[in-house]
């Protein structure tokens, strides 16, 4: 079953804004606190010798374990089916995942608000191996990302605080549903939770703007606590 993404960002940006989310977050009746955790996260885009067509299709034929056996199928159905893949491999609490995300809208898969997505664990191999993978497949580092992340459960929606290298705080509003036709209405939902803390979605020009003046700086940044303003 293919798993659509649906999700808002807010921008905070200082600590005192996020202190005062995270306090008003808490206080709010049925939040599920739901851990915590540092992350890695690697992006990629096509080599200049390879079309991201190419390099997907290649990484379809990697040899690569899952913990889930119906993962294969899946990564199948979102590389045939999905749009402007976004690629990347994840590292958190000593575990690595490779991610696939594909647009279902008008917005990037990278950062867009609606998105196929594909997140699974991969067995036997460290962060570094499994890069190698995907270099291998026709792709090339597109930027190296860290942040501390605190995920809630809140109304049926996962909030999560971060804290992002270059981007500093961020809070995202998350709902994932099944049917492409439920995305709209998952939208509405995540914007009206956003407006009970009194928080401003970031838009998407702007997040791209963001965006890409990391992916061009990403070594200053990269785990340290830099942060960058661009309006």
């Known amino acids: 079953m293919s798993q ?13 804004v996020a202190d ?10 049925g939040v599920q606190f739901r851990g915590s955790n540092r992350q890695l996260n690697h992006y990629f ?13 290649a990484l379809l034929k ?22 402007n893949h976004s690629v990347r491999t994840r590292e958190y609490d000593g575990h690595v995942f490779l991610v696939l995300k594909a647009s279902v809208d008008d917005t990037t898969s990278s950062n867009g608000i609606a998105r196929m ?13 499994l890069d190698q993978i995907l270099l291998s497949s026709g792709f090339i580092h597109q930027a190296k990302w860290s942040r501390e992340r605190e995920e809630y459960a809140f109304e049926g929606a996962v909030v999560t605080l971060d804290r992002n290298a270059g981007y500093g705080y961020l809070a995202e509003f998350e709902k ?18 956003l407006g009970q803390f009194d928080l401003e979605e ?27 303003v661009i309006e």
Do not use: C
Request: a negative charge; glycine letters at 4%.
């Open 202 to 228: 970031l838009s998407q020009e702007r997040l791209e703007r963001m965006f890409a003046h990391y992916n061009a700086n990403w070594q200053e940044y990269y785990g340290t606590d830099k942060v960058f």
């Open 176 to 193: 994932v549903v099944s049917d492409p036709k439920e995305v709209s209405g998952a939208q509405i939902f995540l914007r009206e939770i």
């Open 117 to 129: 997505e594909f997140e699974e664990e991969v067995q036997g191999m460290t962060l570094d191996e």
């Open 20 to 29: 005062a989310f995270r306090s008003k977050l808490l206080s709010s009746q």
């Open 4 to 16: 659509y993404e649906v999700e808002i960002k807010s921008l905070l940006g200082d600590v005192s």
């Open 45 to 57: 885009v096509a080599s200049a010798v390879s079309s991201s067509e190419q390099a997907v299709v």
């Open 62 to 83: 990697a040899d690569l374990s899952f913990s889930d056996v119906s993962a294969r199928a899946r990564l199948e159905k979102i590389v045939k089916h999905g749009q």
